[in-house]
């Protein structure tokens, strides 16, 4: 599986960036934009009502429609499809839930610098302004001083300072899975120590520090072990080491920064006696041509959207077929969805606070705490069964 690059899943697609304290400069020879045609988007099939009838606006919104902004790098070579995975999850909940609000598309292209222009110019003609999509654009915003309108940020900018008041940062992160995740393992097994086993990629590291620290924060114990691997097949002497030494002293429990098939190799090896628990970098999927009998047993943490596809809300979307996205597609998919289910929200509550049922999990927002905002997602927990994912309570 190819490395987390900062969109919060493995494989994402949004470059990471130091901290910084200040906006990135312009580019030499950067010319700002002018104001962008009407942007063409791809047709979404949407299902009926469940009385076979159009969609109806919301009753509860009237007089001027509330004024959103979508700003995504859809001009990026590099982030153009992650961008429009995540254009397409957010006009797929437009179509369903279009009264009382207009969203006018802002396509960007790579540089920081390029962003913020858009951004004031998307501030000063809407309401809500939704993005950046990537770290270091967000990061930009986040110190700039621009912030003048309540903005939803889709990825998390690292900045090491306070957040402006009004923005609110909504996107998937590695690390709160993991803590989530080892909330979850606690549960089930207060007094365990676990064995977490990693490897060399960036976000195995991020994925494993993350798990470990939470793990550390419960006054339980815990070994890291770091398997190598090439090709994606790990390496079948560091597989009899940790066998042998499991034997000498088996842990309670083992959280995988792994991937499934990485995941699968170890199972085979050491058998699968042990209570495991992994985030979506483990989730095999659910195509029947690939089970994974190996993972059987697996408590995996992750969107609705990817394990829970029959649950009413999540069937109530239009899935989005997109030829080998894969995964991470699949989840920035979701995450515009939820983007603008929060974008409407606000606009129905400007300065409040609620909670969603989202397709990337449970959503609570708060708009007035203290000097920012607060978000909080709580994902899906699963067993992974016959090809099939159970979805389970938290310690249960």
């Known amino acids: 599986m190819p490395p987390d690059t900062g969109c919060g899943v493995p494989g994402g697609f949004c470059a990471p960036a130091a901290p910084s304290a200040s ?32 969609l109806a606006a ?7 429609a509330t004024r959103i902004a ?35 598309v802002i396509p960007t292209g790579d540089s920081a610098q390029a962003t913020l222009d858009a951004y004031a110019r998307a501030a000063e003609q809407n309401d809500i302004v939704v993005g950046p999509l990537a770290r270091p654009a967000v990061a930009a915003l986040a110190t700039s001083g621009a912030v003048t309108r309540p903005t939803i940020a889709l990825n998390h900018p690292q900045t090491g300072g306070p957040l402006p008041r009004q ?28 064995l977490v086993l ?13 798990f470990a620290a939470r793990w550390s924060q419960l006054g339980l114990n815990h070994s890291t072990v770091e398997l190598p691997s090439s090709g994606g097949y790990v390496d079948g002497n560091a597989l009899a080491e940790l066998r042998a030494r499991l034997q000498v002293d088996p842990p309670q429990l083992v959280f995988a920064a792994l991937d499934a098939a990485q995941l699968r190799q170890v199972r085979s090896a050491l058998g699968t006696s ?3 628990y992994g985030t979506a970098s483990v989730n095999p999927g659910r195509d029947p041509a690939a089970l994974a009998p190996e993972l ?54 400007p300065g409040g606070a609620f909670e969603l049922d989202g397709v990337t999990g449970r959503l609570s927002v708060d708009m007035g705490v203290g000097s920012t905002a607060a978000f909080r997602r709580v994902e899906t927990g699963s067993v992974y069964r016959d090809g099939m994912f159970e979805a389970v309570a938290f310690g249960r």
Request: proline letters at 13%; hydrophobic letters at 40%; aromatic letters at 6%.
């Open 198 to 210: 990693t490897g060399k990629a960036a976000w195995q590291q991020r994925l494993s520090g993350a």
């Open 296 to 349: 059987s047993g697996v408590r995996i943490l992750d969107l609705p959207w990817t394990v829970q596809p029959d649950h009413p809300l999540v069937a109530s979307y239009p899935r989005w077929d997109d030829a080998g996205g894969g995964f991470d597609m699949q989840r920035l998919y979701a995450l515009g969805i939820d983007a603008f289910r929060i974008a409407r929200e606000l606009a129905l509550r």
């Open 274 to 276: 042990l209570p495991t």
């Open 58 to 64: 919301d009753p509860q919104r009237s007089g001027p």
């Open 23 to 54: 906006p990135a400069p312009a580019e030499p020879g950067y010319v700002p934009p002018p104001p962008a045609a009407p942007v063409v988007t791809n047709p979404i099939d949407l299902p009926p009502s469940a009385d076979g009838r159009p």
């Open 167 to 194: 923005m609110l940062v909504i996107g998937l992160s590695l690390e709160d899975e993991a803590h989530q995740v080892a909330d979850w393992a606690a549960a089930e097994q207060p007094a365990g120590r676990a």
């Open 70 to 104: 979508l700003l995504l790098p859809l001009q990026s070579d590099a982030l153009g499809q992650p961008a429009e995975a995540l254009r397409a999850g957010f006009m797929a909940a437009y179509e369903r839930e279009r009264g009382g609000v207009t969203v006018n």
